[in-house]
């Protein structure tokens, strides 16, 4: 069992920073595969990131390329995705999910993910 709690949403400006964490408590962290998802409103949920467990691998949405960094410390259970250049388009709910089956492989696919947090609001204002 994996339980993950993310944090680190709020209002911000377009063109502002956010970073959100997600805190892991269960042994399977430790073999997990991370991702970060995003649900806007009328609209299905939505790959922003993934890491692999070493960090060695990480995959990004085009929208989000060049301006979002996942990262990881898996000394303190902890996923990072570190938010720049933030825009209107990115206002969501992040959801942080563990892949459990799978360490060095990423994935953009939602079902592959088998733990998910509660989410976390990001609203960016123009």
């Known amino acids: 069992q994996v339980q993950l709690v993310e944090s680190g949403g709020g209002l911000v400006q377009a063109g502002g920073s956010l970073r959100l964490s997600c805190v892991a408590s269960g042994r399977t962290f430790s073999g997990s595969a991370m991702g970060w998802f995003r649900q806007a409103p009328g609209k299905e949920r939505a790959f922003v990131a993934a890491?692999?467990?070493?960090?060695?691998?990480?995959y990004y949405a085009d929208s989000v390329k060049g301006r979002f960094t996942i990262s990881r410390d898996n000394a303190k259970n902890t996923v990072y995705l570190q938010m720049n250049s933030l825009e209107p388009e990115d206002t969501a709910v992040y959801y942080c999910?563990?892949?459990?089956?799978?360490?060095?492989?990423?994935?953009?696919?939602?079902?592959?993910?088998?733990?998910w947090g509660q989410g976390t609001q990001v609203t960016v204002s123009s």
């Open positions: 999910a563990a892949d459990s089956l799978h360490s060095a492989v990423v994935t953009t696919t939602p079902s592959r993910y088998d733990y």
């Open positions: 890491i692999s467990w070493s960090g060695s691998t990480t």
